[in-house]
């Protein structure tokens, strides 16, 4: 079983930055999967933040573009997200996830890392 673990989650003032890692117990970002970065707000729907591919594609949503920065260390593991600019309406659980792009895929998701921004 895979298991994805986030850290770098944290409080930060608007206009600062966070990094945040995912490291996977299986050498999967190694391999034929993507990861990504999900977030969850109070009371809202869980969005998609960023994506990158095996061949380091990357794809972002319209409100991170510019500003957030997802890359991958396939030696290590594990995937990143620099976030910068952060602003108040970025304040969110931040989730993990890879699809290991078998037939079927599998997906997998990490317990999630806080991360708040204060105006």
């Known amino acids: 079983q895979v298991q994805l673990v986030e850290s770098g989650g944290g409080l930060v003032q608007a206009g600062g930055s966070l990094r945040l890692s995912c490291v996977a117990s299986?050498?999967?970002?190694?391999?034929?999967?993507?990861g990504g970065w999900y977030r969850q707000a109070p009371g809202k729907q869980r969005e998609l933040v960023a994506q990158?591919?095996?061949?380091?594609?990357?794809n972002y949503a319209d409100s991170v573009k510019g500003r957030f920065t997802i890359s991958r260390d396939s030696v290590a593991n594990t995937v990143y997200l620099q976030m910068n600019s952060l602003k108040p309406e970025d304040t969110a659980v931040y989730y993990c996830n890879a699809v290991v792009l078998t037939i079927p895929s599998r997906r997998y998701w990490g317990q999630g890392t806080q991360v708040t921004v204060s105006s």
């Open positions: 299986g050498s999967i970002f190694s391999g034929n999967a993507m």
């Open positions: 990158i591919t095996n061949s380091d594609i990357t």
